[in-house]
């Protein structure tokens, strides 16, 4: 497709449980973000790939959470033993490169429900 | 901390009037400004930006203006249409050393635009 595609868009799993979230970028887009959007609040940045450099990590908000992506292709979220506040939208963003002048495109997210 | 913050939760406009959705920020080391767009269980969409050597940029009903000393930008949507009823996302990002963006995007909360007839 043309656009950035995620999946699931929806799951649904119980507390401790671990979990795993896909991105297919746009095809050619070298730059790879992942967010989160919890209940009411704005987007909430996690991390981006760019190319073969070190991913940024600043945003992971614990260990239990953990990405990888395979050269410029799909990309993997893990949130192992989930807990109810992991419970949000998560979204996947690629551009062509890190640059102001890229607007990061988006992909649908999936809606995330810890119970 | 809320470094991006978009203090009107919602904003209701009638058809063909101007609509002004606000952003403040705090963080100086913001350079670079979005705004994105987004429908209900949909990604958000990408609508303008601004660098913060520019005041101002306009795309056709969508202007962006920004104030610096103020830590301030506003988007103006001109005539407002019912069809431009969604949430809409201030962004801000900041260039490292080097002068390449840096990534990483600080969303404010959103602001819900609704656009009657």
């Known amino acids: 497709g043309a656009g950035v595609s995620q999946s699931p868009s929806n799951k649904v799993t119980e507390k401790g449980k671990d979990v795993e979230l896909r991105c297919d970028p746009i095809s050619g887009h070298t730059a790879l973000y992942w967010y989160r959007q919890r209940l009411g609040q704005g987007l909430e940045f996690l991390i981006y790939f760019q190319g073969n450099s070190a991913p940024d990590k600043s945003g992971l908000p614990s260990d239990r959470f953990s990405a990888e992506r395979t050269g410029e292709s799909v990309s993997t979220l893990t949130i192992q033993r989930t807990q109810q506040e992991d419970s949000a939208v998560y979204l996947c963003?690629?551009?062509?490169?890190?640059?102001?002048?890229?607007?990061?495109?988006f992909g649908d997210g999936t809606r995330l429900s810890i119970l | 901390d809320q470094q991006v913050k978009q203090n009107s939760p919602s904003l209701s406009v009638q058809e063909g009037r101007i609509s002004i959705l606000n952003c403040d920020y705090t963080?100086?080391?913001?350079?670079?400004f979005l705004w994105y767009k987004k429908y209900p269980a949909e990604g958000p969409t990408f609508l303008i930006s601004i660098s913060s050597i520019k005041d101002k940029n306009e795309d056709g009903r969508f202007t962006v203006f920004l104030n610096k000393s103020a830590k301030h930008l506003s988007l103006h949507i001109v005539p407002s249409q019912p069809g431009d009823s969604a949430v809409y996302f201030c962004?801000?990002?900041?260039?490292?050393?080097?002068?390449?963006?840096?990534?990483?995007?600080?969303f404010g909360q959103g602001t819900i635009l609704t656009v009657h007839p």
């Open positions: 962004a801000a990002s900041a260039s490292n050393a080097g002068g390449t963006s840096y990534g990483k995007l600080t």
């Open positions: 963003a690629s551009s062509l490169w890190t640059a102001n002048n890229q607007p990061q495109h």
């Open positions: 963080n100086s080391m913001f350079d670079y």
